[in-house]
């Protein structure tokens, strides 16, 4: 089965500084999808970023992007210029390619200093 | 981006009783719908698999006479928690997935049953 390990529990950041979040997964599959969600305290699930492992090329979305290692099975997720208001969980989330639920890492908590 | 509503937002019901809980799709065509259960400071959890016209897969451990789920049509699945008891409080969220890609989460529903 596949497996999502986020290994920073917490993680905290100064406002306008950058900070990565780690994420390695486990599979098989050569065809896959990841992801990057944000949940701040409204509890709601935001889509931040995501990658195709058939692309080489690495995602990115305005002050988020990706590096994507398919070989190493990593996909950390870069935040620049941090806000007040990226603070929140921070979910990685790995889909096989046909139409099977995504499964979830156990998220880290990012808190951004003013 | 795709829009996914939740209702009620949050409930509180007394033991015994049943609730039901509304995910609608509200700009997309959802053929999957996912719910899951999330307990405080922790990821998400899992509980079933709902196609359009077919029954609901439900996870391992998950009691599919007490989480009843319908996914009637391509923009609406309901969960109804019956017989509620106090150990089924928790915050439930649903997810729909336009394509094969992009998968929208809910604001989710906080339930506490007394």
């Known amino acids: 089965a596949q497996t999502v390990t986020q290994s920073q529990p917490e993680m905290s950041v100064q406002e306008a500084e950058t900070v990565t979040l780690s994420c390695t997964y486990d599979t098989s599959e050569s065809d896959y999808y990841l992801f990057w969600y944000k949940q701040p305290p409204s509890r709601q699930m935001i889509l931040v970023i995501r990658?195709?492992?058939?692309?080489?090329q690495n995602a990115t979305e305005n002050r988020f992007s990706v590096n994507f290692q398919k070989a190493a099975k990593s996909f950390s997720l870069k935040i620049s210029d941090s806000q007040l208001g990226d603070a929140a969980m921070y979910f990685c989330?790995?889909?096989?390619?046909?139409?099977?639920?995504?499964?979830f890492g156990k998220g880290t908590r990012l808190s951004v200093i003013a | 981006g795709a829009v996914v509503s939740q209702h009620p937002s949050w409930v509180i019901c007394k033991s015994g009783t049943s609730v039901k809980i509304e995910c609608r799709s509200l700009?997309?065509?959802?053929?999957?719908m996912f719910w899951y259960r999330q307990f405080p400071k922790q990821s998400l959890m899992l509980m079933a698999t709902?196609?359009?016209?077919?029954?609901?897969?439900?996870e391992q451990g998950v009691e599919k006479d007490k989480f009843l789920i319908n996914h009637a049509s391509l923009t609406l699945s309901t969960l109804t928690v019956t017989s509620a008891h106090p150990e089924d409080s928790s915050f439930y969220i649903c997810?729909?997935?336009?394509?094969?890609?992009?998968?929208?989460f809910g604001p989710g529903t906080r339930l506490t049953v007394l």
């Open positions: 709902s196609n359009e016209g077919s029954k609901a897969t439900y």
């Open positions: 997810s729909a997935r336009e394509d094969f890609s992009a998968q929208y």
């Open positions: 700009d997309f065509q959802a053929t999957t």
């Open positions: 989330a790995y889909r096989d390619s046909g139409n099977t639920p995504l499964v």
């Open positions: 990658q195709e492992a058939y692309k080489q």
